[in-house]
């Protein structure tokens, strides 16, 4: 890995080095059950208790060899020089539903006023009328900038494959402000702006993904999920990007999974937690559909190969080894579902073998620790409301090369 490299990704389970999070702000606290559908939330966590249960999963990482990143702190370093900030703002402003022109003045000027990490924090809070002058009625919306409660899950709007990065496209308008945080990280931070890292795929492209349906399996095969939030044809335009770059990846397997929130990206059912381990949620098996893609190099195309056989053995014939599942709940149907729901199957890996889960859900922990694994639980009896477990809620820059 060279000095200059700030984004090292080559696998799911290499002990992870570098990592970033945002801990959850006032835009939790912004969460009305009016406006939950809207927002993609199902409930309201308790904000003083879900910053605990972050901190604490931050402290897990830290204690663990892991360098702590804040997104909040990262985007407000990106826009310190030159005219970053007002472009910054503009960009934001520009995909808000505003029409009067005054009001957009008014709001921009609200926001330059603060300092940078402050105006960070408020962007992602979101902006009630009342603060730019705007008559609040009781029965009207109230936000001229909506929060962004999904935030604390850092997996989606971006994701570290390799030695670069998607900047996605993210499925709902919800969501799509998020990834404007990224972009200024990439072109703009010190860290990361002259350190070559790749550009796969663009948030301004029409197909969406998002980064709970990218894993990377092996330094030579991905695995994402065709998905409720994951179009097939980003996926391909990200194969295609990956393959044409030569940065080492032979195969992108293709997993189809059923388009429901219960089910909303290929991390919530399917995480990889060893060499030769998997969690899965025994929901998905009978149901799933898997494509090969790899590229022609002479003939300058992709080719797509649909595969037969079961997960183990799909699994097993691109990894080179046998592959196991461990199914949530022990794949029963009432506590696998039940599980499955508190995101049973979304392990964040920190090392081979050695994982992070919630501690919620025992019976799966069980599980894993009689297959071998070293399980870390974390609290999450706020932090599980946004139906996202550790994977979700962590975007890792640096991991150790495996041997």
Sequence with gaps: MGNKERIHVYSEIGKLKKVMLHRPGKEIENLVPDYLERLLFDDIPYLEVARREHDYFAEVLRSNGAEVLYLESLVATAITEGNLKEAFVAEMISEVDIESEGIKRE???YLLDMPDKEMVDKIMAGVRKSEIGVKEDYNDYPFIIDPMPNLYFTRDPFACIGSGVTL?????KTRRRETIFGKYIFSHHPSYKDSGVGLWYDRT???SIEGGDELVLSKEVLAIGFSQRTDKEAILKVAENIFKQNVGFKTVLIFEIPKTRAFMHLDTVF???DHDKFTVHPGIEATLRVTAVS???AKEELVLKEEIGTLEQILSKYLDRHISLIRCGGGDKIISQREQWNDGSNTLAIAPGRVITYERNYVTNEIL???NVSVITIPS????RGRGGPRCMS???IREDLD
């Design 107 to 109: 709001l921009s000027r």
């Design 168 to 172: 996605n496209s993210m499925k709902t």
């Design 205 to 207: 492209e029409p197909y």
């Design 271 to 273: 995480t990889m937690i």
């Design 295 to 297: 590229y022609d190099l």
């Design 369 to 371: 620790d009689k297959h």
């Design 381 to 384: 009896s706020e932090l599980s």
């Design 395 to 397: 975007m890792p820059f």
